[in-house]
């Protein structure tokens, strides 16, 4: 990946018209929602969703990863995790392929809160895995996990 295929974080707001965004997210977690409905009822599917999980942390973290909305700009607390901003595979992506990723980041653009899901994923479904956060402070770790 090159560096000019990053998106500038402060100019990630502005790629999609107001509320556009808060749309895409309601209406995906209406989705998810039906999808978690029959899953319950279907244990043979059930076994099929563990078995991609566990194979694509992407499709895991796209379809089984919800986020608490901390600013209030949402009319519901809960929603799933916003893949739909543009940098979001590219982070998955590069932290799957590189065995270090270091990112220079502004506050806000879900850097943090990706890695600890992914690390998440990789706690769940892959045995024998250590997986260390660092952050400022103890009490800053502890909040990401």
Not at 50 to 63: E, G, K, P, T
Not at 89 to 101: G, S
Request: with cysteine; glycine share 2%.
């Amino acid at each position: 990946m090159n560096e000019e295929d990053w998106l500038d974080p402060d100019e990630v707001g502005d790629c999609w018209p107001p509320g556009h965004l808060e749309r895409l997210l309601r209406a995906r977690a209406l989705a998810l929602l039906k999808e978690r409905a029959v899953l319950e009822q279907r244990p043979d599917l059930q076994a099929q969703a563990r078995a991609l999980c566990q194979q694509d942390a992407y499709f895991w973290l796209s379809r089984f990863v919800w986020t608490i909305d901390q600013h209030g700009e949402s009319d519901f607390s809960t929603r799933p995790f916003p893949v739909e901003l543009p940098y979001v595979q590219d982070l998955v992506d590069a932290w799957l392929e590189e065995p270090v990723v270091w990112i220079a980041k502004s506050r806000q653009i879900l850097a943090s809160w990706t890695f600890t899901a992914l690390n998440v994923w990789l706690a769940q479904f892959h045995s024998g895995r250590l997986c260390i956060f660092q952050s400022q402070t103890l009490v800053h770790a502890r909040e990401l996990i």
